[in-house]
């Protein structure tokens, strides 16, 4: 089996090796080492890093990339199956985040040229004044949104 330095897999897989590491050390890919102690990757990698990117801008968390590859038998690289599978649950995730971001929208249009943020008065800074019965700080942002990467993150 054909096995990739760290550096390699960095540059063919346009992440940094912080976040290579990273992934290793949260369980999503797996190295073995070099009686040196650096890292070795099968090639596999490089499609299992295209999913953890793929689940990430679905808005999925480190964890829950864990947990679905996880579902995997013997730890194996997602085939083509098991992304339809395992993407397929990921469209109501989308629906929802969709909904959040046109709701947001909508707040906004009324708030443009104004800028008072009101507690009381402003539809995106508290709609229906509801972020006080949700506690103390920034409420107004949909959860679904709080999880969205920004575009180009290495992870
Ligand atoms: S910024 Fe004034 S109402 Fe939203």
Partial sequence: MELLPIGEVAARSGLAPS??????AEGL?????TPGG??????SVLRRL???RAAQN??????EIREALATLPDARTPSAGDWARLSAGWRDRLDAQI?????????????IGCGCLSLTACALSNPGDAAAAEGPGAR????????????????
């Fill in 99 to 111: 909904a959040a971001l046109e709701q947001l929208r909508d707040g906004l249009s009324s708030c």
């Fill in 29 to 33: 890919i797996a190295a073995s080492r």
């Fill in 140 to 155: 107004r942002l949909s959860p679904l949104l709080r999880r969205l990467p920004p575009a180009g993150r290495a992870g």
């Fill in 38 to 43: 650096a890292r070795r990757f099968p090639r």
């Fill in 58 to 63: 679905v808005g999925l968390s480190l964890p």
């Fill in 50 to 52: 295209a999913f953890v």
């Fill in 19 to 24: 976040a290579l590491r990273h992934y290793e």
